[in-house]
Nanobody, 117 residues
Framework: QVQLVESGGGLVQPGGSLRLSCAAS????????MGWYRQAPGKQRELVAL???????NYVDFVKGRFTISRDSAKNMVYLQMNSLKPEDTAVYYC???????????WGQGTQVTVSS
């Protein structure tokens, strides 16, 4: 089992910044890729950014240049730095871990991000 706990969400004005954190515990040696997803009210959960064990990153177009995903393997943490936030970034943000041996996906409980003036 892997446990993921997100933190760092909150209310921010448009143009502001937030840094989300995801703490992993449990079978952390089995974690390969990690990522951040989000789900806005009435919409499906969607990918925001991914980071591999080797540190390679991938972003969806609507966050490129604004969000940065990073990983501290020594601390079992993944971060999402979000800058230039827009109202349309409002959503619950979830941390995801893809594990191997056996292959399984784990999700955190989510953290709310609200961008509003």
């Amino acid at each position: 089992q892997v446990q993921l706990v997100e933190s760092g969400g909150g209310l921010v004005q448009p143009g502001g910044s937030l840094r989300l954190s995801c703490a992993a515990s449990g079978r952390i040696f089995a974690i390969a890729d990690m990522g951040w997803y989000r789900q806005a009210p009435g919409k499906q959960r969607e990918l925001v950014a991914l980071i591999t064990n080797a540190g390679r990153t991938n972003y969806v177009d609507f966050v490129k240049g604004r969000f940065t995903i990073s990983r501290d393997s020594a601390k079992n943490m993944v971060y999402l730095q979000m800058n230039s936030l827009k109202p349309e970034d409002t959503a619950v943000y979830y941390c995801k871990a893809d594990c191997v041996l056996p292959p399984k996906t784990y999700w955190g409980q989510g953290t709310q991000v609200t961008v509003s003036s």
